[in-house]
Every structure is written in C-alpha cells, then in structure tokens.
C-alpha cells in the first residue's frame, strides 16, 4: 500500500504478495497509522489463508495417505483455524477425530460442514450419525441418517448405517428392513448384504444365500466385499450346521483377508502375534470340531 494514498501497488495486473503487504503494515505502524496498519495486516493475513490452508491439508493428506492418521489431526486443526469458512477442512479434520474416536469433537466438525453448505451430500450426516451413535444419541443418529437418506435417495449408505444403527438398538425387525431397501436400490450392495447374513444368521433364506454366493463369485466383485460376503456365507452356513460347506468360505475368506493385511503394512512381530492370538481365541478346537465334522 502507498503510504500517501493507501492503494496497494501493483506490478502490471498481479497483486503483490502478501509478505509485501506485511511490510507495508510495518511501515503504516511505524508511521503511526494503526487503523491503516490493521487494514493491512488484516489484507495480509486473508490473502495468505487460502495457500496456507491448502499447505496444512496437504500436509494432513500425506499423513493419511501413510497410514500416520493421528498426526494428520494437529495440520488439519490449524488449517481451520485459517479458513473457517472451508467446508473441506473441517470435514477432513471431523474423519480423522473420529478415527480417534474423539467424537465430541467429531460432532462439532460435521455440525460445521454442514452449517457451511452440505452441497446436497449424504456424507456429512453419515458422519454426524456416526459420532452420534458412538456417544449414544441414538435418536438424534437416527435423524442424521434419514436426513442422509433424503439427501441422496439412490445411495446404499445412509441405510446401511441406518440398519446398524437399529442393531445395536436391538430391533431386528427395522434393522433387517433398512438392508433390505439397500440390496433393493442395488443387488450388488455387499455390505447389506453382509450385515443382513450376521443378522439373520441360520434363518437367512435361501434366496439370500444364494445371492450372496453370485455376487461372491462374480468377477466384478471386489476382493474385499468378497471377503466379507464368504465369511457372510460361511456365519449362515454354521449355524445351519452344515459345517462342511462353511470351511472352505471361511478358509478362503481368511486367506484373502491374510492376503490384504501383508500388502497393506510391513510386518510386525507383536502386531502378528496379537492377530495370531485372536485367531486362536475365535477357531477354538470346538470350532474345528464342527469344521470336520460332514455337513449337508
């Protein structure tokens, strides 16, 4: 800014950046022009907070992206604190708290996004239900999830999340209906198709069994909705009793889970042995025992 007639200089049509202006505040100061120097410093400050934001989520996303997603919080956190009225921040920074499990301040993240402009997205509400229903506020979750529902009418996920929601309020009955609607919007949903197996258990019907099967050995079917949907497949056929034919299911579902989790980190030796204490905890000798028995 020019000290005799306030208007920033220029170099052609490019503004001058905003260190510059921080030394133009200084010199107002200097002068004993203190509304004018504030004018400046304020200038300053708003022209640096879109690159400054953009270099702190940056920063987060290359943390998340190496599985570091504690310390992509404290970026996030400052990012922001410079541009408040980002809706993108704030809703990086609410999955990441609740990937801490902070989810009071998850809440507080997602409340933001969506004051700020939900777009017409299901996801913010997605995500406000979930931290909901981690803190017990079921009703207010299951708002959150309808409002999802609302927003995207032709996505699976607000009522997959409703139908969980209903499970652990022990109501099967609306539980099993919420997956219900999503394997009817889309056949090829595995997650409902997986979590309505768990919840009907031996008492799933056929046709649902055999749905779970085509999908499984579809091509276009990924490795871990395959993965989910043989264990799925394997849950319902144990608890018909028919052990034999939920082995392999198993067997395979716990190769390819295997499979996943040596591509995705290095090896840890206390990380193998706790998984190997959890297998040994789950395939006790009694499952086994029914394993080779001979099942229909």
């Known amino acids: 800014m020019n000290l005799q007639s306030g208007q920033w200089p220029t170099r052609g049509m490019v503004m001058v950046p905003a260190q510059e202006r921080v030394a133009h505040g200084d010199r107002l100061r200097e002068a004993g022009r203190m509304d004018d120097a504030r004018a400046a410093y304020g200038e300053a400050i708003d022209a640096m907070a879109p690159p400054l934001g953009r270099a702190l989520a940056g920063l987060a996303q290359t943390f998340i992206r190496q599985g570091q997603i504690g310390e992509a919080r404290a970026p996030l956190e400052r990012a922001v604190a410079v541009e408040p009225a980002n809706p993108e921040r704030w809703e990086w920074l609410g999955r ?6 902070d989810y009071a ?11 700020l402009g939900d777009g017409g997205r299901a996801l913010p509400y997605i995500g406000l239900g979930w931290a909901l229903q981690q803190t017990g506020r079921m009703d207010e979750a299951e708002a959150a999830f309808r409002t999802a529902a609302s927003r995207e009418p032709e996505s699976t996920e607000p009522l997959v ?34 979590w309505l197996a768990n919840l009907l258990g031996g008492r799933l019907p056929d046709a649902d069994l055999d749905a779970l099967q085509a999908l499984a050995d579809d091509p276009g079917t990924g490795e871990e909705p395959r993965t989910r949907l043989l264990f799925a497949m394997g849950h319902v056929l144990d608890a018909r009793g028919r052990h034999a034919l939920a082995a392999p299911r198993f067997r395979a579902a716990n190769a390819l889970q295997l499979a996943a989790l040596r591509r995705s980190r290095p090896f840890d030796p206390a990380g193998h042995e706790r998984f190997v204490g959890d297998l040994a905890r789950v395939y006790d000798r009694a499952f086994f025992d029914r394993m080779a028995g001979a099942g229909g």
């Open 96 to 101: 990441v708290c609740e990937w801490a499990e």
């Open 105 to 115: 301040a998850a809440i507080h993240c997602w409340h933001r996004v969506i004051a």
């Open 161 to 194: 999340s409703l139908g969980l929601l209903e499970m652990e309020r022990a109501r099967p009955g609306p539980a099993e209906a919420a997956f219900r609607a999503a394997v009817a919007l889309r056949a090829d949903c595995a997650m409902a198709q997986y």
